[in-house]
């Protein structure tokens, strides 16, 4: 299984940016996609995700209203839409799978497998 991210980078407060992670490796039906992150001095947090079977999306407190998780499953890729950025956005952005089936939600112990991650910088 691989994940790749891209689409990190350096955008104003306010701005916009588009995160992709290209899948691989999956044989499996029911699986769970996540975006986390984490900051410099700071615990990794989970974003968002997705849940295959059900379609259900989940969000931390923090970005609910600005971020969107989606998925093509057609073409393995899982995006997370980010608008109205905030400084405090600024982190290292991982994607994640889990391949145990049902409903996900944002705790590190239900991935399986991680990307190497991309950088966002939000400055004010």
């Known amino acids: 299984v691989q994940l790749v991210e891209s689409g990190g980078g350096l955008v104003q407060a306010g701005g916009s940016l588009r995160l992709s992670c290209t899948t691989s490796g999956f044989t499996f039906v029911d699986y769970g996609l996540a975006w986390f992150r984490q900051a410099p001095g700071k615990e990794r947090e989970g974003v968002a995700c997705i849940s295959s079977a059900s379609d259900m999306t989940y969000y931390a407190e923090s970005v609910k209203g600005r971020f969107t998780i989606s998925s093509d499953f057609a073409k393995n890729t899982l995006y997370l839409q980010m608008n109205s950025l905030k400084p405090e956005d600024t982190a290292v952005y991982y994607c994640?799978?889990?391949?145990?089936?049902?409903?996900?939600?944002?705790?590190?112990?239900?991935?399986?497998?991680w990307g190497q991650g991309t950088q966002v910088t939000v400055h004010s």
């Open positions: 994640a799978v889990g391949l145990f089936g049902g409903n996900y939600y944002l705790q590190s112990y239900e991935y399986d497998y």
